[in-house]
């Protein structure tokens, strides 16, 4: 069995997979709700909550929680994404207790200290403005804001400065209480325990808990309406770009051929993008292509960091890439490799007790099924090379394609035209 489930009366889920072997255990709290679940006036309140609950509860001291689990060395850190949050802790098989202790406090009895708030608030702006700075980074930004608009999609995920200097203590309070509810709490563990004991500490800490509703979000409804392309200009000795369009959701089975295809474009170093921006034309030192995944809906992105006067060049380079599958197909060798690749990255990245736990918690919060490993691999195996090509032609079209750049120099209209020719 790939993993054990239970749930309290209370709508808190537990998931768990043992292994044995292993000294640690992963322990990772998953609450429903990310950026997307946010209005416009509280944009980042879910990423300042996550900072903030490390801060302190009403037991324990910030330097408490920190001694807690690095005093019998484990590791802890915690995430915001577009649809998730997460808490997690890493800690020898004999400390599992203190890692649900600790989670449960944080997630139960935040403290939120005015003085807190204001110094973390600071700490997220400056945090901001250091990615504002990094134009590999914030080139996504622009993208996403391209492609989504105003959906809470388009937002980053830490919200803007001018939206966290608005959000009160009382609207941290308000978040929680109404999204840290039973139903929205998935507590996920892989590593070595005793499941008996397991259970018993999961209905301890995890009691209490309210079940209220279901969080849900604004769905995205959107149309493809490109090309458009969107040009900052900054003084930057390199220029930035991050390329691409609309996808399928995490619930549509064309996602297969879509990982099968993205591989093959610019997954690896053995990609069609790879060997010919870098390896044969020499004018990017990276350029890689990747894909993200929503309930509703999804992207495929191109990024590279090229010179500037090299940029419609590699942007003319790049489109001739996508005609040429779109129009010409793929090699059967291609998709074989591609998806030996992508099981193979799968397969060594669960070997990892953290990296399996936060699958499966993630799995267990957002999909309507879980897929088990032997699943996705015979999916994935099951790709045939028509369908990655339907997937490029689905997808390569003029209309659905967006470009951001951030660049010292440009001409929109004119990149507008380059990505018009696909």
């Not at 044995?20 to 944009?43: C, D, M, Q, Y």
């Not at 879910?46 to 005093?71: A, D, P, Q, V």
């Not at 220029?239 to 297969?256: L, V």
Request: hydrophobic content about 35%.
């Amino acid at each position: 069995m790939d993993w054990y489930e239970y749930e309290r009366e209370n709508g808190v889920k537990l998931i768990y997979k043992r292994f044995p072997e292993f000294h640690s255990v992963a322990v990772g709290v998953f609450i429903k709700t990310g950026s997307r679940f946010e209005n416009s006036k509280l944009a980042g309140i879910s990423h300042f909550i996550e900072h903030l609950l490390f801060k302190g509860t009403k037991n324990r001291s910030c330097n408490e929680i920190k001694e807690t689990i690095e005093g019998v060395g484990g590791s802890f850190n915690g995430f915001t994404s577009t649809e998730a949050t997460c808490y997690w802790i890493k800690i020898l098989d004999k400390y599992i207790d203190l890692s649900f202790d600790v989670l449960s406090d944080m997630i139960k009895n935040p403290l939120l200290k005015e003085e807190d708030i204001e110094k973390e608030r600071n700490v997220i702006i400056e945090e901001i403005n250091m990615y504002r700075d990094i134009p590999a980074r914030y080139v996504h930004e622009i993208f996403d804001n391209l492609i989504f608009e105003d959906h809470p999609l388009g937002i980053p995920i830490s919200g803007t400065p001018e939206t966290l200097k608005n959000i009160k203590r009382e609207d941290l309070i308000n978040y929680i209480n109404s999204n840290y509810s039973g139903e929205n709490i998935v507590v996920s563990v892989a590593g070595k325990f005793e499941i008996k004991k397991l259970k018993k500490l999961f209905d301890n800490f995890f009691e209490g808990i309210e079940r209220k509703k279901e969080n849900d979000f604004e769905k995205w409804r959107g149309k493809t309406n490109g090309p458009k392309v969107k040009l900052m200009i900054k003084d930057t000795e390199q220029t930035h770009i991050s390329f691409g369009g609309f996808a399928y959701s995490s619930e549509d089975e064309k996602k297969y051929p879509l990982s099968v295809l993205n591989i093959i474009l610019g997954g690896n170093m053995s990609s069609r993008l790879f060997n010919r921006i870098r390896e044969t034309l020499g004018l990017a030192y990276e350029i890689r292509s990747f894909v993200r995944q929503y309930k509703d809906t999804g992207i495929f992105n191109i990024s590279a960091g090229i010179s500037p006067e090299n940029l419609e060049k590699t942007i003319i380079e790049i489109i001739k890439e996508l005609k040429e599958i779109k129009e010409n197909g793929v090699k059967q060798d291609e998709v074989e490799r591609a998806k030996k690749f992508l099981i193979s990255q799968i397969l060594m990245g669960l070997e990892d007790n953290l990296e399996y736990m936060l699958w499966i918690g993630e799995q267990k919060l957002l999909k309507k099924k879980m897929e088990k490993i032997n699943e996705i691999v015979k999916k994935i195996e099951k790709v045939k090379r028509d369908e990655v090509e339907q997937v490029a032609k689905d997808l390569y079209r003029k209309e659905n394609l967006y470009l951001a750049v951030i660049s010292k120099s440009g001409d929109e209209s004119r990149l507008t035209e380059i990505i018009s020719e696909v």
